[in-house]
């Protein structure tokens, strides 16, 4: 997902629109852990990028985007970007003592 999401709606009031976007972006992650993985993989891992552009986007973790999304909002900003890219890994199990 590589998307710019605007804040601004004629019809809709800003806090509405925040909460669709949040959906969004979780329907998107729930879809794509669901994908069946390859044989050399245990888990979907996640890229993702937060910013006000494109150009200006920066790694971010998963768990911080409704965060990034609450802090455009309270900055006053009409739009961000966010970038999700998902990746098959491999996790190694910790070894307990």
Known sequence: MKKTFTLVHPKKKP????????SEVKKYIKRERNKQLPKDSNYWAF??????????????HQNTISKKID?????????????????????ARKIED
Request: include cysteine; aromatic fraction near 10%.
């Open 15 to 22: 806090a509405r629109v925040v909460d669709a976007i949040k």
């Open 47 to 60: 890229d993702c990028k937060f910013g006000l552009t494109e150009q200006d986007a920066q790694a971010v």
């Open 71 to 91: 802090g455009a909002v309270a900055a006053g900003h009409d739009s961000f970007y966010i970038e999700i890219i998902a990746r098959a890994d491999f996790r």
